[in-house]
Nanobody, 128 residues
Framework: QVQLVESGGGLVQPGGSLRLSCAASGRTDSDYAMGWFRQVRGKEREFVAA????????YYADAVKGRFTLSRGNAKNTVALQMNNLKPEDTAVYFC?????????????????????WGQGTQVAVAS
C-alpha cells in the first residue's frame, strides 16, 4: 500500500501563487510516477500535471501549461506543484496520485484510472 499526503492549499487572489506538495509513504522502495488532478464538486476529476518515475519528463494539461510547474523533490517520492498566475477557474480540490508505470510522462498519465493510489486532497480557492 502507498499513502499520499498533500499540503499547501489555501485561498489566493487571482494572479497569485501557491505551492502544493505531495509525499508518498508506505511501499516506497521504488520511485513512482506521480501526478496531480483536480476536481470541482459535481464534476469529474481533471488532469493537471504528471511526472515520470525518473523525473526526466513532465506532462501538463493545456489549461495550466506555462503557469504550473511540477517538480520532484529531493526526498524519494515527493513532488511539488508550483502554481503561478492563478485564475478563478483553478479553484478545486487538488489530488496527488501515484502511477505505477515505468515510462515517460505522456497522455496516458492524464487518465485518472492509471492511478491506483490517491491522497485526500487539498483545497485551492482563487477569489478576490
Amino acid at each position: 500500500q502507498v499513502q499520499l499526503v498533500e499540503s499547501g492549499g489555501g485561498l489566493v487572489q487571482p494572479g497569485g501563487s501557491l505551492r502544493l506538495s505531495c509525499a508518498a509513504s508506505g511501499r516506497t522502495d521504488s520511485d513512482y510516477a506521480m501526478g496531480w488532478f483536480r476536481q470541482v464538486r459535481g464534476k469529474e476529476r481533471e488532469f493537471v500535471a504528471a511526472t515520470s518515475w525518473t523525473g526526466g519528463s513532465t506532462y501538463y494539461a493545456d489549461a495550466v501549461k506555462g503557469r504550473f510547474t511540477l517538480s520532484r523533490g529531493n526526498a524519494k517520492n515527493t513532488v511539488a506543484l508550483q502554481m503561478n498566475n492563478l485564475k478563478p477557474e483553478d479553484t478545486a480540490v487538488y489530488f496527488c496520485g501515484v502511477n505505477l508505470r515505468r515510462e515517460g510522462a505522456g497522455p496516458r498519465m492524464a487518465l485518472s484510472s492509471e492511478y491506483p493510489y490517491w491522497g485526500q486532497g487539498t483545497q485551492v480557492a482563487v477569489a478576490s
